[in-house]
């Protein structure tokens, strides 16, 4: 046996990525499994957008790009920013990936030092804590409890403040809790960044355009801390293009050039494909998501309906992306056929077995008592799925 790396020991396995795995490996197993684990659109890629990947390939846009993405693309991200978000980044203030997973990657080995302090407001997405881990970084984990709708406050950010601080990463609207941060909270928590000159804040905005109830708001419209911020978005979520991986950065110049430094030596570019066919995904009108968006609304009260009928679970009324994580440590301690459920990992295995339904444990995202749903599925999907959920549950006593 080769002995692997410290660094790889020291990393957990993507919770997403590891329960959408096993419930693939038991449907193929012939098991009738409703997976709500993966954060994946179920709609498919618009077909202008394909149109647009196969112009690519016939017109021979088949070769190595520059590092940060083609010009054109660039431009067109440019302008989305603009259009959408109202803010300014210039063409070469912008890094195009292979996803807005890779997005991240790329920011935190450029900034972070062994050591560095890295505040993560929990609930946070899986993959935020492994990449920091990966960087040597340390996680400074903040806890946002239900209570709070899940949103840290700024007295919390400032009291995690320490000389050792380099940076914080925060998704709103946020994976997994769908809670999204008003502009006066975005406005609150700059009045801290601003007073820390040193603090690189990532601004996961990938699920900008699942929003329920408000415009979306980005931490960077804010001048006092725009060159502290670095924006993070990507059409996996919009625009259905998950299999295409294309996410992308706005941020200083310093940084931008400092992300292409790393990518030119880890991957080059995302996919010339990829980039010509999210050009025309950007350069659409965003009114073309409000069915989607509305089919996600629709889907979200179904699922918050359909909890609220379960003794015991709690739930707050997510804003945006397409998840909800309820409270469920009302069913910890309880058991079934003589087996005690001691936690949320214990819990998203029982369901995965008892009712067939694929959840992820709150505890891959810093919240132990609570546990994630991907509505990413059809209506008649989700209903049967909460109904099986609601009977495994009541059999626990
Ligand atoms: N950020 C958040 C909050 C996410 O949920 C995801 C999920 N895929 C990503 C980033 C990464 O997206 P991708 O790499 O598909 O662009
Ligand atoms: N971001 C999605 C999720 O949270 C996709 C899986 C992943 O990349 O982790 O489920």
Same mark, same amino acid.
């Given at each position: 046996?080769?002995?692997l790396?410290?660094?790889l020991?020291?990393?957990e396995?993507s919770?997403t990525?590891?329960m959408s795995?096993?419930s693939?490996?038991?449907k193929?197993?012939?098991k009738?499994?409703?997976?709500?684990s993966?954060g994946?659109p179920d709609?498919?890629?618009p077909?202008?957008?394909k149109d647009?990947?196969?112009?690519?390939?016939d017109?021979?846009?088949?070769?190595?790009t520059p590092v940060p993405g083609?010009?054109d693309?660039?431009e067109?991200?440019?302008?989305k920013?603009k259009r959408d978000n109202?803010?300014?980044?210039?063409?070469?203030q912008?890094?195009?990936?292979? +996803?807005?997973k890779?997005?991240?990657?790329?920011v935190?080995l450029s900034?972070?030092?062994?050591?560095?302090e890295?505040i993560?407001?929990?609930?946070?997405?899986?993959?935020y804590?492994e990449?920091?881990?990966?960087s040597? +970084?340390?996680p400074?984990?903040?806890n946002?409890?239900?209570?709070?709708?899940?949103?840290?406050t700024?007295?919390q950010?400032?009291?995690a403040?320490?000389p050792k601080?380099?940076?914080?990463?925060?998704?709103?609207?946020c994976?997994?809790?769908?809670s999204v941060?008003?502009q006066?909270?975005l406005?609150?928590l700059a009045?801290v960044?601003?007073k820390y000159?040193?603090?690189v804040?990532i601004?996961?905005e990938?699920?900008?355009h699942?929003?329920f109830?408000?415009?979306h708001?980005?931490l960077?419209?804010f001048?006092?801390v725009?060159?502290?911020?670095?924006?993070i978005?990507?059409v996996s979520k919009?625009?259905?293009?998950t299999?295409w991986r294309l996410g992308y950065i706005g941020?200083?110049?310093?940084?931008?050039n400092?992300?292409s430094?790393?990518?030119?030596?880890?991957?080059?570019?995302?996919?010339?494909?990829?980039?010509?066919?999210?050009?025309?995904?950007?350069?659409?009108?965003?009114?073309g998501l409000?069915?989607?968006?509305?089919?996600f609304e629709?889907?979200r009260k !179904?699922?918050l309906?359909?909890?609220?009928?379960i003794?015991?679970?709690?739930?707050?009324?997510?804003?945006g992306a397409f998840y909800v994580?309820?409270d469920?440590?009302a069913f910890?301690?309880?058991a079934?056929?003589g087996?005690?459920?001691?936690g949320?990992?214990?819990?998203a295995?029982? !369901?995965?077995d008892?009712?067939?339904?694929?959840?992820v444990?709150g505890?891959?995202f810093?919240?132990?008592?609570c546990?994630?749903?991907s509505?990413a599925?059809?209506?008649?999907t989700?209903?049967?799925?909460?109904?099986r959920?609601?009977v495994?549950?009541e059999k !626990?006593?």
């Amino acid at each position: 046996m080769i002995e692997l790396s410290n660094r790889l020991n020291a990393m957990e396995e993507s919770a997403t990525i590891a329960m959408s795995r096993k419930s693939r490996e038991l449907k193929a197993a012939g098991k009738d499994i409703i997976s709500l684990s993966l954060g994946e659109p179920d709609f498919n890629t618009p077909e202008f957008i394909k149109d647009a990947a196969k112009d690519a390939m016939d017109n021979n846009f088949t070769k190595y790009t520059p590092v940060p993405g083609y010009e054109d693309l660039r431009e067109a991200i440019s302008l989305k920013f603009k259009r959408d978000n109202d803010l300014n980044y210039s063409p070469d203030q912008i890094v195009a990936s292979t +996803g807005a997973k890779q997005s991240i990657a790329n920011v935190v080995l450029s900034i972070v030092n062994k050591g560095d302090e890295v505040i993560i407001p929990a609930p946070f997405w899986v993959s935020y804590i492994e990449i920091v881990k990966v960087s040597e +970084g340390t996680p400074v984990i903040v806890n946002a409890g239900i209570e709070n709708d899940f949103k840290i406050t700024a007295e919390q950010l400032e009291e995690a403040i320490t000389p050792k601080t380099k940076m914080m990463i925060f998704s709103t609207p946020c994976n997994p809790t769908g809670s999204v941060y008003s502009q006066e909270e975005l406005r609150s928590l700059a009045d801290v960044i601003k007073k820390y000159p040193q603090l690189v804040v990532i601004s996961d905005e990938i699920y900008e355009h699942i929003n329920f109830t408000s415009k979306h708001s980005s931490l960077a419209q804010f001048e006092d801390v725009y060159e502290q911020v670095v924006t993070i978005n990507g059409v996996s979520k919009a625009w259905a293009m998950t299999g295409w991986r294309l996410g992308y950065i706005g941020a200083s110049k310093q940084i931008a050039n400092a992300c292409s430094k790393v990518q030119g030596q880890f991957t080059s570019a995302p996919s010339s494909i990829s980039q010509k066919a999210t050009i025309a995904a950007l350069k659409a009108d965003p009114a073309g998501l409000k069915d989607m968006i509305t089919a996600f609304e629709s889907r979200r009260k !179904l699922v918050l309906s359909a909890l609220s009928e379960i003794e015991g679970v709690i739930t707050n009324v997510p804003e945006g992306a397409f998840y909800v994580f309820p409270d469920v440590s009302a069913f910890f301690g309880k058991a079934y056929n003589g087996k005690v459920i001691h936690g949320s990992n214990e819990l998203a295995m029982y !369901l995965l077995d008892e009712a067939n339904v694929a959840l992820v444990t709150g505890e891959a995202f810093g919240d132990p008592k609570c546990i994630r749903i991907s509505y990413a599925a059809s209506e008649e999907t989700l209903t049967e799925a909460m109904r099986r959920v609601k009977v495994a549950l009541e059999k !626990l006593s």
